[in-house]
Structure formats: C-alpha cells, structure tokens
C-alpha cells in the first residue's frame, strides 16, 4: 500500500507519519511539502493526506487536479479551519481531519480508509478472476456457435420464444420484473382519480408551487396536492430540504455551491443561505453511507 502525505507544515508531516507507522509499520509512505509536488510525482497512491491550506496550489486545487487525472485514491483533508471541509466532497473526499489531530479519530480514519483500500483491490481481483474463469469455461464448451442463432450454443432451448434473451423455462421473467420495481422503496400520490406509486430512486427533486407539490423524474414531472413538511417525512434522509420551495433527492447532487445545487440531469434547485451548512453535512453523510463508510463525517 502507497500513502501520500502532504502538508506544507513538517512537523504534521512527520506528526503523521509516525501515526501511520505504529499502526501499519510496512506501508510505502511518501512526504510532500505542496500540492504541485504531489502531482509531479504521478505515483498511483492509495491513500492521499492533504492538507487544504498550503502555499501556491492549495489542497482543494491538488485534489480536483488528482481526479482529473483519473485518480481513485482515498482522499483524506488535514485543516485547520472547518468552513474549508464544505468543498470536499465535490472531489470525492473520503473524510476530513482538524488539526491539531485527535489520536484516536485519527486511528479510525485510517483503519476505515485502509479496509476501503483492501475492498477495492479485493473486488478488482475478484472481477479479473471471474472473467478468466469466463474464458476458460468458454473455449471448453465444445459448443459449435457458428452453428447457432445470433452465436448462441445450441443447448436445445429455443430462444425467439424467451423474453429478452433468456431461456424459456417457464418462468415469467417480466412479472419477476416488476415484483423487483415493486419492492423497491417508494411513495404513492394521488392525481386528480389516479393513485400512482414511485420509486425513489426515480425522484431528483420536488417543489411546491401554488400550493401543489411538483415532483421532477428525469423526463417528466408529476403533480399533486400536499404538503411539504410532510413528503419531507416520508422521503427519509436520502433526500434534503434545502429551501422552503426545494427538497432533492442526494443521489442526483453533481455538483454545489452556497447558492444552488445542480443535479445530474442539468437542473438546478436553489439552497437557503442558511441551510448550506446543513446540506453539507447532510451530504457528506449520505456519500459516507453510500460509499460503504459507518459513520457521518461532522461526526
């Protein structure tokens, strides 16, 4: 495992590095006074330290550079101003430390950023054996597939009967289907003499206009009467009330600011001045849960 270090103060360099040794003795580890020098390293880190405020390319700007660049690393932010951590999740942050820094969170981060680490390499091995055993089962199959309908072998099945491909076995892969859609979690609203159920996963945002509640899918928008504080209830804290007109689903945040939040299908919804420090934290935590992380990053 290679982890980078990079802070513009050598006793909190050094001050890590001990830390990380005690704990994990034979790691690569690697200083850096500043951001330009980290990135002319071009060394594929696992685990990043960076430390936000630094002369010339602060750490906001090494990081944005360091995913331009196609890097997957742990991110982890050392500062000593907490207003800096709204910006890092905007390049994948994986959490932040204020100096001066305490042991055991210290200890903690690390551990979790390590196990996250080990998940990655583990899946990527997992993926290259399966499709290795793929091709292996592949070539001794036997089958004559120049032989068979759209290269398919010719196991008997007959395919132009199946439903998207699969064999025909007598299953009703579309009842399947939608019993999956169904259990997924979700609302029903009501418009005008229709009941309609909705996913979450199909929601980006709700607003609430002339006393009617708009709720944005990607291509199309349902209408229907209620009440705001109360689809804030049964959305759960997937979703944030980020201004009195305004409440978005966290799934589709691309990309923030103190004034508006823009989702991935380009829309764009506004923040209350006083709710984005709210959001943030809100955010964080959900990216944290989705990410595979226990635990918010205020917390």
């Known amino acids: 495992m290679k982890i980078a270090i990079c802070d513009d103060e050598p006793e909190i360099r050094n001050d890590i590095e001990r830390k990380i040794r005690l704990l994990y003795p034979e790691t690569e580890i690697l200083l850096y006074e500043d951001g330009k020098a980290l990135l002319d390293a071009e060394a594929p880190f696992d685990i990043v330290f960076l430390d936000i405020r630094m002369e010339g390319m602060n750490g906001m700007e090494a990081a944005r550079a360091l995913r331009a660049a196609g890097s997957d690393a742990v991110i982890i932010f050392v500062t000593a101003l907490e207003e800096y951590v709204y910006e890092a999740f905007d390049v994948g942050a994986f959490h932040y430390l204020v100096k001066p820094l305490d042991r055991g969170k210290f200890y903690e981060v690390l551990s979790k950023a390590v196990t996250q680490c080990q998940n990655r390499r583990r899946e990527c091995t997992n993926a290259v054996a399966g499709c290795r055993n793929a091709a292996a089962e592949h070539q001794n199959t036997g089958m004559n597939y120049g032989n068979t309908a759209a290269g398919r ?3 008997g099945m007959n ?7 699969r064999p025909n076995t007598g299953m009703n892969y579309r009842n399947t289907a939608a019993e999956a859609a169904w259990m997924e979690p979700g609302i029903t609203v009501k418009t005008g003499a229709v009941t309609e159920r909705i996913r979450l996963s199909e929601i980006y945002y709700l607003e609430v206009f002339n ?3 708009i709720l944005h899918k990607k291509k199309e928008t349902v209408e229907f009467y209620g009440k705001m504080k109360e689809m804030e209830q049964r959305l759960g804290d997937d979703f944030m009330r980020t201004h009195r007109a305004y409440l978005v689903n966290l799934r589709y945040v691309r990309k923030y600011n103190a004034a508006e939040i823009t ?3 380009g829309q764009t919804v506004l923040i209350a001045k006083q709710k ?3 959001f943030v934290k809100q955010y964080m935590r959900y990216v944290r849960k ?3 992380g226990e ?5």
Do not use: F
Not at 159 to 165: E, K, P
Not at 295 to 299: L, P, R, S, T, V
């Open 153 to 155: 072998p010719n196991t």
């Open 159 to 165: 395919y132009g009967n199946t439903v998207a491909g």
């Open 211 to 213: 006393r009617k509640i």
């Open 263 to 265: 989702l991935e299908n």
């Open 276 to 278: 984005y420090a709210q």
């Open 290 to 292: 989705a990410t595979g």
């Open 295 to 299: 635990e918010a990053a205020d917390e």
